[in-house]
């Protein structure tokens, strides 16, 4: 049995009726239209794009002590990042998470924030935002550590690097998702942040920010 | 003729557990007979309860298919806004209306997508449209307009009671208001932003002695 569609192409379109075309033949052509719209619509999604974030890590400031005490001390750096996307994106949470556990080490207290530096709060929530395309700010990473017992500088002695990720709740034209950005603040350099300050300011004076 | 005046009022955030009218009601105690209250149309919907997470939607084919043609400028560019237009005025309707003001686009006619998709197509707030913590959320329009301002007015003493949706790119549409109200004039009064943006908490504005400056408008233009 021969395909209704070679009767169909020998048919031109002057003679033929809608009756003369076989239904597997209409059905066929019908599932190629839509096929093909489907494609031209990947290829537009495609070629529109997605708006997508990147923190750069490479061009983070050095940490510094913004304030500290016997037991305790504050270290903050910034660092930018823009929607390098090729749509708006709307960056709808982003937090940190440090990852030092206690059987790590045990001498410190750790918390970690951010925040954009258009919008400094110290509540640990991020303001929704949308970014155009290579739009972008900086933001504020704060590291607030606190020795468990002692003095803060004892308890920095040992301190291994401190690996620190940034989660982006992230969305565009497309369904929302998670990312994450790795960074690492060394123990030396935590170490050597606390004894700029106190080679800076007197003992007495970093004491009375507690 | 009494000066025209524009107050607005600081409020504390307003959420779901809070009643529209009672708040109005506490904040328009000094209104007169000529005197308007306004109210920003998010926190009335907010108000309402009619907020959604992206969580709590699934966007479905058709919304993925349409948000792309969204200018990027437009709560309904992302799928979650348009899924939650879509459940608010039929997916149908706004498939159509996006069609026929694609086709009108081609014929220089704008703006026939929110024309024919709904009120909701034109109030919708994406995440990051309303202030904290209501950023994190879609937020309607708000759910019958005129009823809601009826029952404001009939709390309060005063001319009238508008819900406007306002925002600092020189938009001051009326969403709805009580009978005597000129939404043109009042759009005029109201089209500096007097509410701010969201982060500063004034959902409020008062309009003092609007009854006489509409009435001085209306004879100015005959």
């Known amino acids: ?210 | 003729m009494s000066k025209i005046e524009i107050i607005p009022v600081e409020t504390r955030i307003l959420t779901p557990k809070d009643d529209i009218a009672e708040i109005m009601q506490q904040c328009g105690k000094d209104l007169g007979p000529d005197d308007i209250i306004t109210v920003a149309e998010s926190v009335v919907a907010i108000t309402q309860g009619k907020v959604l997470r992206y969580e709590d939607l699934k966007p479905g084919t058709l919304a993925r298919l349409l948000n792309r043609f969204i200018a990027k400028e437009g709560s309904l560019a992302g799928i979650y806004g348009m899924q939650a237009c879509m459940l608010a005025e039929g997916q149908w309707r706004v498939a159509f209306a996006l069609l026929v003001g694609m086709i009108g686009k081609l014929f220089g006619i704008r703006g026939l997508f929110y024309r024919l998709a709904g009120a909701q197509a034109r109030l919708i707030d994406d995440v990051s449209g309303t202030c904290p913590p209501f950023d994190k959320y879609i937020v309607y329009g708000p759910h019958e307009p005129k009823l809601e301002v009826a029952r404001i007015h009939a709390k309060l003493n005063c001319f009238g009671v508008a819900i406007a949706d306002v925002n600092d790119l020189k938009r001051a549409l009326i969403v709805a208001s009580t009978a005597g109200i000129d939404d043109a004039v009042l759009s005029k009064l109201l089209i500096d932003n007097p509410f701010g943006n969201g982060n500063q908490k004034r959902p409020i504005c008062i309009v003092k002695n609007f009854r006489q400056a509409m009435a001085a408008h209306q004879e100015q233009g005959a």
Not at chain 1, 103 to 110: G, K, P, S, T, V
Not at chain 1, 116 to 124: G, L, N, Q, W
Not at chain 1, 146 to 157: C, P
């Open chain 1, 1 to 210: 049995m021969t395909c209704g569609a070679t009767t169909w192409c020998t048919t031109t379109w002057s003679t033929m009726s809608w009756k003369m075309i076989p239904w597997c033949t209409l059905a066929l052509y019908v599932l190629l239209a839509i096929l093909v719209v489907y494609y031209l619509y990947l290829l537009f999604a495609k070629l529109q794009g997605e708006g997508h974030f990147t923190f750069d890590v490479s061009k983070r400031s050095p940490l510094k002590v913004v304030r500290g005490s016997v037991h305790g001390v504050e270290l903050s750096c910034q660092l930018p990042f823009s929607n390098d996307g090729k749509q708006f994106g709307a960056l709808i949470d982003v937090f940190t998470r440090h990852y030092l556990p206690r059987e790590q080490y045990d001498a410190l207290e750790i918390d970690t924030d951010i925040y954009r530096v258009s919008d400094p709060r110290t509540e640990k929530y991020w303001d929704a935002k949308i970014f155009y395309v290579g739009e972008g700010e900086d933001v504020v990473i704060n590291i607030r550590l606190v020795a468990k017992s002692g003095d803060i500088v004892t308890a920095l002695a040992e301190m291994p690097d401190l690996p620190l990720d940034i989660f982006q709740k992230t969305c565009s034209r497309s369904d929302y998702y998670y990312e994450r950005t790795y960074l690492t603040f060394s123990g030396d350099e935590i170490r050597a942040a606390v004894k700029e300050a106190l080679d800076e300011a007197p003992t007495e004076e970093v004491t009375e920010n507690e």
